[in-house]
């Protein structure tokens, strides 16, 4: 079994930020140590002042695989992770044909997945209108959670749910242990604001953050505390967009309710304020709203109201963001930004004082935690898997079409100039991605318990 020791200035470990060998032993790391320490017999890679981080972990993608891989399928969504430091992705269960709803379609999504992937992989499941009967089974079958919208999430093949018919499915999430994560807006204050709107310019964004406000947010978030407070579920808040929920959300751990929280980089970098008309690049749901609420999310990154960063990577083909129409209303909702995040996230992050520690445990450990994988993935520690990133957080560079990977290389990021530059990515122990090149052997698979 080869041993290979990975030798940086600054290695990322739970116990902080320090100048360390990593001892890896076939696919696990064995011991991190100081250099000093270092037994004779290792294959070394010194990578002197770079640092290395966890592999990173995203546990919200859309890969789209089957049935829709000419948005996206796991031959590019794996690629564009791997340039960008993931190791591993958790899909998403719509947007896929079929969705994944049911064993058969987690099977479908699987002989997808065969031989296509750079990184490792796992599924959510998903809860829809009529498959409270399939929850229990999908949980057996290996989904590490479950994923609902409270409002129409545009795609025919995954309905959203109701308060009722949610109190149908809850007791079966409940009895997997397993968390539902839910798409927090209700569509009354959705459909009101549009309608108050119906006559203005839909090129203009103000006219489309308006038609989503913040009150779909937060009284869909009171739904659901409110259920997890009477079923006792894992209750897992997606994208985060306004900081109004922070205090409510905050309550609710204080009162000991199971209820994790995420946000995207999307929220985090970008602002109302600089959003162009017509810039439909940028158009997501929830949306980015102001600068002013952006500051209150990096907030609650500082206190621990909000746990993790993941991607929400959700791309489609060009077109469909009416690019050349400009029409914030029937552009669609999603931004993909699997291959930037990391150095998106470290360019805004390091100018408010967090560290490369701060990011590992946003993008690495907590992503790790939600999907039931924290045992092998998402930290730098032995008897972990040697999944690694080595990342310059002191180099800039321009995004650029070569900079994405993934399948339509368009991005609200084009012309951005980021700080960090991601320089490899190793899976258990081999290089997936290497000074932008990658591996020829696919070694991704899906993570199941072992």
């Known amino acids: 079994m080869s041993l290979q020791a990975f030798l940086a200035s600054r290695v990322v470990t739970p116990e902080g930020i320090r100048p360390a060998a990593i001892l890896v032993e076939g696919e696990r790391i064995q011991a991190v140590v100081s250099s000093g320490q270092m037994p004779s017999g290792y294959k070394i890679h010194d990578f002197g002042e770079a640092a290395i981080l966890p592999g990173l972990v995203d546990s919200h993608v859309h890969i789209n695989d089957p049935g829709r891989a000419e948005w996206e399928g796991f031959e590019t969504a794996t690629r564009a992770a791997a340039a960008g430091g993931y190791t591993m992705l958790v899909d998403m269960p719509l947007n896929c044909v079929p969705a994944t709803t049911t064993v058969a379609a987690l099977e479908a999504k699987r002989a997808a997945a065969r031989d296509k992937c750079r990184v490792d992989w796992a599924a959510w499941g998903g809860v829809v209108h009529d498959n409270d009967n399939q929850i229990e089974a999908l949980a057996s079958a290996g989904v590490r959670g479950f994923k609902c919208f409270l409002v129409n999430p545009g795609i025919e093949e995954f309905t959203m749910v109701t308060e009722q018919q949610l109190r149908m499915a809850l007791p079966h999430v409940a009895r997997t242990g397993l968390p539902l994560l839910v798409h927090a807006e209700l569509p009354g204050p959705i459909d009101r604001a549009t309608d108050a709107l119906a006559s203005s310019n839909w090129n203009c964004y103000p006219t489309y953050l308006q038609s989503r406000p913040d009150e779909a947010e937060l009284s869909a978030i009171r739904l659901m505390l409110s259920l997890c407070r009477e079923y006792g579920f894992r209750l897992h808040i997606v994208h985060l967009s306004t900081g109004e929920a922070l205090e409510e959300l905050r309550a609710a751990r204080s009162e000991g309710l199971p209820v994790t929280v995420e946000t995207c980089p999307h929220y985090l970098y970008l602002t109302a304020e600089t959003i162009a008309d017509g810039a439909t690049l940028k158009k997501c749901a929830p949306p980015i709203r102001g600068r002013e609420n952006c500051e209150r999310l990096w907030q609650g990154l500082r206190d621990g109201i909000i746990d993790q960063v993941v991607t929400d990577h959700s791309p489609c083909p060009p077109a469909m963001k009416r ?128």
């Not at 100018?351 to 701060?358: A, H, N, Q, Y």
């Not at 993008?363 to 520690?381: H, T, V, W």
């Not at 560079?397 to 339509?408: I, K, P």
Request: aromatic share 12%; glycine share 10%.
């Open 323 to 450: 690019i050349g129409q400009g029409n914030f209303r029937t552009a669609w909702g999603g931004i993909a930004s699997l291959s930037v995040a990391l150095p998106l996230m470290w360019t805004e992050a390091h100018k408010r004082g967090f560290t490369l520690l701060d990011l590992a445990r946003w993008m690495a450990a907590e992503p790790a935690r939600l999907a039931g994988c924290d045992a092998r993935k998402g930290q730098i520690s032995a008897g972990y898997e040697a999944d690694f990133v080595v990342f310059d957080p002191d180099r800039e560079f321009v995004v650029s079409e070569d900079s994405l990977h993934y399948r339509h290389p368009v991005s609200p990021y084009l012309g951005e100039t980021l700080r960090g530059v991601v320089k490899a990515t190793y899976l258990r122990g081999s290089p997936v991605f290497a000074e932008g090149e990658f591996s020829g052997e696919l070694r991704g698979q899906e993570y199941v318990n072992t």
